[in-house]
């Protein structure tokens, strides 16, 4: 029984895969692997592209390799074929004259597009002028039994493109520069926090204490230490024990995980980068998110702007800078400053007919009214500042106004981009809010954080005042890329179970 035959027995194969199956066999019975070990390649197709001209004249044979794309045309005894191997597309031109009769009826009997080929030949243009690789051998790397998809101009079913983003890859040519564009703001990211003189670490993942931030977890369990455990919601409360032990600068890019709802600019599982810096404060981080944003900007569109579901943005100047009482203040008519209470903050909401989801903590009322009025018309990169301390248990109160943090968040296009403070240092005040973090759970608030006994003796071995910093990657490319939802920017986004398909 034959691989092909094999698959049969634990999956059912379609008309048009049990076709390109047999095709399979076929070669296996004329003494052929499918799926060869190795392959020969020589060049990659940048390469042929770039040193064409160089190539073609001497002229020298080369190997290439890649994956059939578009339709196979044969045309009497010639036959062409489009090939793409990750770095561009080189046409195959194939003559019966020169590969023999038994590859020439194979190519076109038992090869299909998507098939993954390699190709040994000379350079050479066509008549009409394109660039060609003239076939004198051939061969297959891997026979693709999965058809592509009916319309080869592009998979256009979203939720299919996320469910197989390899056949999204495959298909759609513009998906791969958005993961290209990914990896180069990253690495212009790092380029900036290395040159600042931070160092990359790396922080636990499973963590015994969920902290440094407000989201519910995911729990799990290790079964050899019998300890139930979280998945971090964030790096925060170790990257500043890396401070407290003496490190100028630490940051890390790194998987959070947040037992959350799923929408345009939320998915369980996100990447974000937090640095910390010793001796610094909120304003040291304001200057370094300009400074990061504009370089990331930079490496994607080669300039300091960028455009954003038709909103032009400018990264390459000093963001605005509006505390959330005076933002609120003018969007809503309230002072938060003055309504200090649960109940008159309601009371007030009421009297204003402002339509806002009751909340049952006065924080976490604030923040969404914040979020329904102001948030969306926050569209240029703007700084947001000085949130109330009930919003900001890890932030340090502002020495004239205690009863706000000097925290900030970036915001664009209405969507959060970063959150940074001038840490609390003090491990008495930092008990105090935990403490009354634990309230506001007992309340209802499933997001507010947990106390941390380890955090607080850290504290009191001296955190140095300190500015920190967390930003949002997958909302950050979303901006860059103009991409209207955080999905286009993760490889793999959390997706609901299908019940009808394995």
């Not at 703001?185 to 040159?195: P, Q």
């Not at 989201?215 to 890396?242: C, D, M, S, V």
């Not at 910390?276 to 998110?289: E, F, I, P, S, W």
């Amino acid at each position: 029984m034959g691989p092909a035959e094999q698959a049969r027995s634990f999956m059912e194969l379609n008309d048009l895969q049990a076709q390109r199956a047999a095709k399979l066999e076929r070669l296996r019975a004329a003494g052929l692997d499918p799926f060869p070990t190795r392959s020969t390649r020589t060049h990659t197709i940048a390469t042929v592209l770039t040193d064409f001209d160089t190539l073609a004249v001497a002229p020298t044979t080369l190997t290439i390799a890649g994956r059939v794309i578009g339709a196979r045309r044969i045309m009497g005894k010639i036959a062409f074929a489009h090939v793409e191997d990750g770095t561009g597309t080189l046409q195959l031109w194939i003559s019966r004259a020169d590969v023999g009769d038994e590859w020439f009826a194979r190519f076109r009997d038992d090869l299909d597009t998507f098939d993954i080929v390699q190709a040994t030949g000379t350079l050479r243009r066509t008549k009409a002028g394109e660039a060609s690789l003239f076939v004198s051998s051939l061969s297959v790397l891997a026979k693709a039994v999965n058809p592509p998809p009916e319309k080869w101009a592009g998979l256009t079913d979203v939720e299919e493109r996320h469910r197989q983003r390899y056949l999204d890859l495959i298909v759609n040519a513009e998906v791969r520069t958005v993961f290209q564009a990914r990896a180069t703001a990253i690495s212009a990211m790092r380029r900036v926090l290395d040159s600042h003189g931070f160092l990359e670490v790396e922080t636990p993942v499973l963590q015994p204490i969920y902290g440094g931030a407000a989201a519910r977890p995911f729990l799990t369990y290790h079964n050899t230490l019998g300890q139930q455990l979280y998945l971090r919601i964030a790096t925060e409360l170790y990257l500043k024990r890396l401070i407290v032990g003496g490190f100028p600068g630490v940051y890390e890019i790194s998987k959070n995980f947040r037992n959350e709802g799923v929408d345009r600019s939320h998915n369980p599982e996100f990447t974000m980068m937090e640095c910390y810096q010793a001796y610094g404060d909120y304003t040291t981080m304001m200057r370094l998110v300009e400074e990061l944003l504009r370089a990331m900007c930079v490496a994607v569109t080669g300039t300091t702007t960028a455009t954003y579901q038709g909103q032009t943005l400018d990264f390459g100047v000093a963001w605005p800078r509006l505390p959330m009482r005076a933002a609120i203040a003018a969007q809503t008519g309230l002072d938060i400053g003055t309504l200090s209470t649960l109940e008159a903050l309601h009371a007030a909401l009421t009297a204003n007919a402002l339509k806002v989801e009751r909340k049952p903590t006065w924080g976490k009322q604030v923040d969404e009214l914040f979020s329904t009025y102001v948030q969306p018309t926050l569209v240029q990169p703007t700084f947001i500042l000085d949130y109330p301390v009930e919003l900001s248990p890890l932030a340090k109160r502002k020495p004239d106004d205690p009863a706000f943090t000097e925290r900030f968040e970036a915001f664009a296009v209405g969507m959060e981009l970063g959150n940074a403070f001038t840490e609390l240092n003090d491990p008495f005040d930092q008990e105090q809010r935990f403490l009354a973090q634990g309230r506001d759970f007992a309340a209802g608030d499933a997001e507010a954080h947990q106390m941390d006994v380890d955090y607080l003796n850290a504290l009191m071995y001296g955190l140095p005042p300190t500015g920190g910093l967390g930003m949002g990657i997958d909302r950050i490319m979303m901006v860059l890329t103009d991409r209207p939802n955080i999905r286009e920017v993760i490889l793999f986004p959390h997706m609901r179970q299908r019940e009808d398909k394995p």
